[in-house]
């Protein structure tokens, strides 16, 4: 355990020697490359649907703004502050104390998520690569309408329960990521979401497009857009405070290990309050181009929920649209791009973690973080098929890792998080991370200080009172 000093004023300018963002657009690249994922684009819309469309829509923005953005700027002046891994950043901000176990936590939390998130990623490349060969859609044409659903059902249930063929598609997916993440920080990870979240927007703008001009459009995006405030409920409130952690990658690392990489010049409300608003409006887009879509195909809104919305829907919509394989290439290139940009940064907190605790190099660190995955994401994979029948309380592994993490494990590591930055930090920590040492100025800061001690705490509780 290496105990740094750091001094009270934790100047941001401490430097690790290690290795910076080179540019400002890919600071932004890279955060927003993180946030946008499985979460805003494909758990948004059955979320959405679920706790009553624009209500919830509503709700969620509101979340981001009062939450979202003061707790991301708290994780990331701890990352930036600490210039470390998740672990270390905390080691440096106090040391000798225990608040290194949240780090610890945050890494673990970490680690399960991206276990259970590659698989999931593996459809969707399964998905491409089927889209593209038109296997996906083969035979489709002469299917009545009305069948069209439970053909797609049952392809996906045999693709999904079939062992071999998604976890060739998670495995690939595991070794795109190490690709990227060998190359290091400037060379892996910034680059790669400099090419890509330009990609991500374009692909969502020409969807949008689409989905404004189908017949029909303006019920769906009435639903979206109109608020029926009677839905708004302490359960609703809840799952839109869970989405705002989830779809903003707060609370587990991540955001410490990425802010470990930005320049002392970074300005942090500036980029928090970019990534926060372009998130929320890839979530629109999303709801923009879903509700639209299922409305004017005239399908079931219930069939958003779960894996059905992505492997079930869209593909039956796309089998019925004119030029319908063309625009299904292009949706599973979106959703993988989103994936992996997502699951570089999930993986980036252990790489990092191994990297700077054990004093490894990113290629042998990769290793050792990444393979255990095939072991790891192979069991997750495997729990739709062969290994169905193992629980653990009563859930199977996927579901188990997903329900234990993302209502348990992020809502706590993210509580004790905010409380330490707005309790236990060197005094000032946080005020000159968000002034970059006093040279400028934030005029909101009593307000975001204020949500960081008091409110956010709060609402965490609240959200992991909910889960229980
Ligand atoms: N923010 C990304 C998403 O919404 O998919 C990735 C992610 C990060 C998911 C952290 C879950 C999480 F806890």
Known sequence: MSKNKISSSSAPNV??????????????A????SAVGLGSIWRFPAEAQANGGGAFLLLYMACVLVLGIPVMLAETSLGRGGRADAVG???????GHHWWIAGALGVLASYLIISFYMVVAGWTLQYLWDSITGA???????????ALESTFHHRMEQYIGSDIAPLISTFIMIALNMGVLMMGVQKGIERASNIMMPLLFVLLLLFSIYALTLPGAAEGLEFFFRPDFSKITWSVAANALGQTFFSLSLGI??????ASYYPSSTNLVSTSATVSA???FVAVMMGVIIFPTVFSFNLDLSQLRGTTLVFVTLPEVFSQMPGGRWWSILFFVLLLVAALTSTISLSEVSILFVQKRFHKSRVVSTLIMMCPLFVFSALCSLSFGSLSDLKLFGLTIFNFLDTFTTNWLLPICALVMVIFTGWFAPRGTFRSQLTNGGTIAVRLYPVVSFIVRWVAPLLILVILATSI
């Open 15 to 28: 430097s690790g020697g290690g290795t910076l963002f080179r540019t400002k657009a890919g600071v932004i």
């Open 30 to 33: 890279a955060t927003l490359g």
């Open 89 to 95: 950043s905390y080691m440096k901000l106090a040391p």
């Open 136 to 146: 996906l859609y083969a035979g489709a044409d002469g299917t009545p309408v009305l």
């Open 253 to 258: 690392g991540i955001l410490i290990t990425y």
């Open 278 to 280: 372009l998130t929320t």
